[in-house]
């Protein structure tokens, strides 16, 4: 396939590696990933074209897109392609992008400036013209035909053929670039039946008046341009009024240890600063591009490369952001400022398996059917009304104009981006839009207890021998490695000491050498390797048992509120709650304020909770899995969705399809009322935008609409649309409070 024409010096920038660095998120070896910020994106046809970026470069892998901030992330083989390739594959598509590098300060405001200002400048060279012809008609029609003198009309006629080039050249270009690049690659966006309707409309009208046969209808093919225009300006306005719901990937609720004279503090990761020094224990994501300053460390990319196998550094070696560590604590020092924004979007683009319904399912209805229909609907329209050949011709483009359905594919991700970022804003973070629509759904909840529905900070009892001050020492610094509640109970808070070696086994213990002590910790299996279960955390020291430390658990504030209206929580069928936890019946008193017997399962290892949730699915029901995803990741991964809390730490779990903080948890019940009526809200907009294109083409159909009045009604309906959603959306986040 021809791709279409480019200017390709303009991307020759991106062949300078420190420029193309700007654009570049990340890169190992040969895999790479970028971004670029889009901003011609603008209805789901969009969407759905820049998902298939791979189909027209075999280099590229994938690609996704972030509707509202108008950016699509790029993964590629730099062996096989580039960015400057990329860049014109976009162009050609008619997306062309903005690059960072062009930014100088980084903020991108002078080219976004620079582009509304161009919007302004056709607008004003539309209204200029329509203006103009405006009046050279009225004079006319005023006249009557015959009415003018033949060197008046034929200079009135010329003026307006004059004047309404530059309208068709300049002014409607955004139309007819953005058909051309899809027809071009073979496929038919919605802006292909908008560049039919102008065209047809500045044909007919050059004929007529070259021929004698008219005055033509280059006005209302002037006004129609400035009216399109005015809607595209109205509707940036509109998405830029709500810009700050784009941000919402900034709260994300991650925090790190930061050590400083010998003290350690828990700070948000965005605070951390270059230079600064920061503890990054087994298990946590590493916030910021750091050098390691700890003698050797594991690290995991799997988040960035899909690699999971650790890498060993050495000090002094350089650690990307979004790296995981393996093992004992790292210690690193920051070379750039931590960014959640970074950390969110590598989380949000790893592991989904909710999918993007709301702007698939819409772009396959709503694209090259809906345009074929649309084309089909007002071809019958203008046979119907020949031999009229004026009329046809108005009914025909004003079908044409307003079946477009910008509102209908706007109206379910303006709705779910908007709710996204409202709800980020109260600290709760969602992966994807289809994570909200499968809350609305879930039937069933399944609590872990331990860090969850428990305070992660419980009081310690020991029995056993008496130890020494080392020995205790040892035993903390070891537990002060794993970011397991009950390793961090033990722990309480002690500095992470420095080990020879450490090793986690999730859901059974640690162990490692620490002030020349080997010590293990954890499950009577994992300590003494005898089949007896019981309820302690058991220790050796040096082979030698020591002992066992008893857990004594107090629910989180708010738990018991949190059961009680999780039951008035508006659904299809009763709510049903549930506790699977791989700890003892220890704390089955506590948790007996909350649940039935039958509701709690105990002693569960992590196959068993996925047995669980799929025994749950067989029958019917769509499960939610609430934990903290360090004994229940593989939960979390099977459940139709599932919602990760934190705990003052660094921790991202792939598997998880919502992040909060777990002080946040007694919210739950109000953030599945929010999502069940954004799904009202979703519906009122399609049923609103479903009727008016109804009700616009039945008008247009028998003639009562003119291209101009057509051009006005769509981008209103577009407004409404975009109205209802950020209201809907901004009224019921209040309540989540």
Known sequence: MRRAAVDESKFSILEDNRMAQHQ???????????????????????????????????????????????????????????????????????????????????????PRRSAVRSLYMRIGVAGFAAGNIMMFSISQYLAGSGGLLPPLELLFNSLSILLSIPVLVYSASPWFTSAY???????????????????????????????????????????????????????????????????????????????????????????????????????????????????????????????????????????????????????????????????????ERYGKHTERRSYTDLSDKFGARFTVIAVTIASIGFVAWLPDVGAALNVFTAVLIIACPCALTIATPVT???AMGALGRNKIFIKNTGTLLELSKSDTIVFDKTGTLTEPLNTITFTGRDLTEIEWSSIRGIASHSIHPVAQSIALGAPPAEVDSVYEEIGHGIEGRCNTHYVRLGTRQFVICDGEVDDSTHVSIDGEYVGSLTLHSRLRDGMHEMVDELQRVPSNRPLLTLVATGDSERDRPVLSALFGSHQMSFRLSPEDKVHSVE??????????????????????????????????????????????????????????????????VIKVNLIFTIAYNMIGIALALVGLLTPVLTAIMMPVSSLVVVGLSVGGARLYSRRIQ
Not at 251 to 257: A, C, E, G, H, W
């Open 416 to 418: 779910l981006g908007t």
């Open 615 to 680: 025994e749950l699915q067989k029958l019917g029901r769509t499960v939610m899995m609430v934990g903290d995803g360090l004994n229940d990741a593989a939960a979390m991964g099977c459940a139709n969705v599932s919602v990760a809390v934190t705990n003052d730490t660094s921790t991202l779990v792939p598997a998880c399809d919502v992040v909060m903080p777990a002080r946040l948890l007694h919210r739950l019940p109000a953030i599945l009322r929010f999502a069940g009526r954004m799904i009202t």
């Open 24 to 110: 570049i998120s990340w890169a190992q070896g040969s895999q790479v990933k970028a971004h670029f910020e889009i901003p011609s994106m603008h209805c789901a046809s969009c969407i759905w074209l820049l998902d298939q970026l791979h189909k027209f470069d075999p280099g590229i892998i994938s690609s996704d897109v972030d509707f509202l901030r108008k950016t699509v992330y790029v993964e590629f083989d730099a062996t096989l392609t580039s960015l400057k390739s990329i860049a014109l594959l976009l162009s050609s598509l008619g997306y062309e992008p903005l690059l960072n590098a062009e930014r100088g300060d980084g903020s991108g405001v002078a």
């Open 181 to 347: 690049s899809a027809l071009s690659r073979r496929y038919i966006n919605l802006d292909v039946p908008v560049a039919l309707g102008i065209s047809v409309l500045f044909v007919r009208s050059i004929v007529d008046i070259t021929l004698g046969l008219g005055e033509g209808f280059l006005d209302s093919f002037a006004g129609l341009v400035l009216a399109l225009l005015i809607g595209r300006l109205f509707h940036q306005k509109a998405f830029d009024a709500v810009s700050f719901d784009r941000t919402f990937r900034s709260f994300f609720p991650l925090s790190v240890r930061l050590e400083s004279r010998g003290e350690q503090r828990i700070i948000p990761i965005d605070d951390v600063q270059t230079g600064d020094s920061i503890l990054i224990r087994n298990g946590e994501i590493v916030p910021c591009d750091s050098v390691l300053i700890s003698p050797a460390a594991y690290i995991d990319y799997s988040f960035v490369t899909g690699e999971s196998t650790p890498v060993e550094l050495l000090s002094g070696s350089v650690v990307h952001a979004g790296g995981k560590v393996v093992g004992k604590t790292a210690r690193l020092t920051a070379t750039a400022p931590a960014s959640q924004s970074h950390l969110a979007s590598l989380w």
